[in-house]
Antibody
Framework: QVQLVQSGAEVKKPGSSVKVSCKAS????????ISWVRQAPGQGLEWMGG????????NYAQKFQGRVTITADESTSTAYMELSSLRSEDTAVYYC?????????????????WGQGTLVTVSS | QSVLTQPPSASGTPGQRVTISCSGS????????VYWYQQLPGTAPKLLIY???QRPSGVPDRFSGSKSGTSASLAISGLRSEDEADYYC???????????FGGGTKLTVL
């Protein structure tokens, strides 16, 4: 059974960084991509970016370019999302999701398994 | 404001059929697959439809997806109280080289 288990809730100061982990089990980590999606309180879903672990190259939403770094460690089947220069608007639940990539090795939005979500609160 | 446009709300009575629309453009829906997600309160989203009209194992056939040009729709037939949730469409955007979600539609079962 595929499971994605994320790290616990974080409280951060404005201007700092946060790194959220996502450990996969029950599947072949290298056969899928991992994407990160966030949801601000009472708001909709927002795609942040993703990575295909066997290639190691991440793709980021333009909104987060320069502020987000997504990495993956195949040896531990764990993906990470680090967001820097935090501001209050970054307060949200951050989800990782297992994603099927296309036959041309492109990310898709076919997120078949999701982590439980990690609440990141940015407050002074 | 999302590039993929959904109505903010929809409603229906038990047993009814409801549809939720998702409008995009040639760079997203018009040239890529559409996905639909269901999110129950306080839970992670769940994949409902992939590649425009395919249902993952375990998703009832009451849920169906379609796409035409730059728009897509999710239909739910035989509406049940447990279908009350937020529904999101999603598609890749070639111009942005990134993924997009619609703003979401809150479905109420009256």
């Amino acid at each position: 059974q595929v499971q994605l288990v994320q790290s616990g809730a974080e409280v951060k100061k404005p201007g700092s960084s946060v790194k959220v982990s996502c450990k996969a089990s029950g599947g072949t980590f290298s056969s899928y991509a991992i994407s990160w999606v966030r949801q601000a309180p009472g708001q909709g879903l927002e795609w942040m970016g993703g990575i295909i672990p066997i290639f190691g190259t991440a793709n980021y939403a333009q909104k987060f370019q320069g502020r987000v770094t997504i990495t993956a460690d195949e040896s531990t089947s764990t993906a990470y999302m680090e967001l820097s220069s935090l501001r209050s608007e970054d307060t949200a639940v951050y989800y990782c999701a297992r994603v099927r990539y296309s036959s041309s090795f492109q990310l898709t939005l076919e997120c078949d398994y999701w982590g439980q979500g990690t609440l990141v609160t940015v407050s002074s | 404001q999302s590039v993929l446009t959904q109505p903010p709300s929809a409603s229906g009575t038990p047993g009814q059929r409801v549809t939720i629309s998702c409008s995009g453009s040639s760079s997203n829906i018009g040239s890529n697959y559409v996905y639909w997600y269901q999110q129950l309160p306080g839970t992670a989203p769940k994949l409902l439809i992939y590649r425009n009209n395919q249902r993952p194992s375990g998703v009832p056939d009451r849920f169906s997806g379609s796409k035409s040009g730059t728009s897509a729709s999710l239909a739910i037939s035989g509406l049940r109280s447990e279908d009350e949730a937020d529904y999101y469409c999603a598609a890749w955007d070639d111009s942005l080289s990134g993924g997009l979600f619609g703003g979401g539609t809150k479905l109420t079962v009256l």
